[in-house]
């Protein structure tokens, strides 16, 4: 049996610096085990991080998302790429998370540094799939990162 684990402001405070000592200024801390049925994680993200559009298709695979310190953007895409809802999650605010049903192409952009999330889908863990990537935006580490990444966070000006 695991022991009991708070989300308290140590916590947010220790993914928020590991998202920042990290290349991909983001960090996760994971409450489960990677064959778990039920994922739970902490993450910590930095504003240059780059979360692509993407989306999970197994229908097993719904997505929560809810903000535990700071402010994302979250964009919800058509097929196309077309922008078909977008919010702003925040602590304190009107929205501070989002159930994604399976198949819903979805990017997040951090709005102000050291924001938090908790993310919860189901387990076991499998790689986003090269069919699950939006394959009109740009990879991570990709050239064009830069100017998405800058176009996704004008979405919330």
Same mark, same amino acid.
């Given at each position: 049996?695991?022991?009991?684990?708070?989300?308290?402001?140590?916590?947010?405070?220790?993914?928020?610096?590991?998202?920042?000592?990290?290349?991909?200024?983001?960090?996760?801390?994971?409450?489960?085990?990677?064959?778990?049925?039920?994922?739970?994680?902490?993450?910590?993200?930095?504003? /240059?991080?780059?979360?692509?559009?993407?989306?999970?298709?197994?229908?097993?695979?719904?997505?929560?998302?809810?903000?535990?310190?700071?402010?994302?953007?979250?964009?919800?895409?058509?097929?196309?790429?077309?922008?078909?809802?977008?919010?702003?999650?925040?602590?304190?605010?009107?929205?501070?998370?989002?159930?994604?049903?399976?198949?819903?192409?979805?990017?997040?952009?951090?709005?102000?540094?050291?924001?938090?999330?908790? /993310?919860?889908?189901?387990?076991?863990?499998?790689?986003?799939?090269?069919?699950?990537?939006?394959?009109?935006?740009?990879?991570?580490? /990709?050239? /064009?990162?830069?100017?998405?990444?800058?176009?996704?966070?004008?979405?919330?000006?």
């Amino acid at each position: 049996m695991s022991k009991t684990r708070f989300l308290d402001q140590a916590l947010f405070a220790s993914v928020a610096q590991k998202a920042a000592q990290s290349p991909r200024g983001r960090q996760h801390h994971n409450f489960h085990e990677m064959d778990d049925p039920c994922h739970r994680m902490a993450v910590g993200l930095q504003p /240059e991080t780059y979360i692509p559009p993407h989306r999970h298709q197994a229908l097993d695979k719904a997505e929560t998302l809810i903000v535990l310190k700071g402010k994302l953007g979250l964009l919800i895409f058509d097929e196309t790429g077309a922008v078909t809802d977008k919010r702003v999650l925040e602590l304190g605010g009107d929205c501070l998370g989002v159930d994604l049903p399976p198949g819903t192409f979805h990017g997040l952009v951090v709005l102000e540094p050291d924001s938090a999330m908790f /993310e919860c889908k189901a387990g076991p863990y499998r790689p986003v799939a090269d069919g699950d990537m939006a394959s009109w935006a740009p990879r991570e580490g /990709e050239p /064009e990162v830069a100017a998405y990444q800058a176009w996704m966070r004008s979405q919330f000006d």
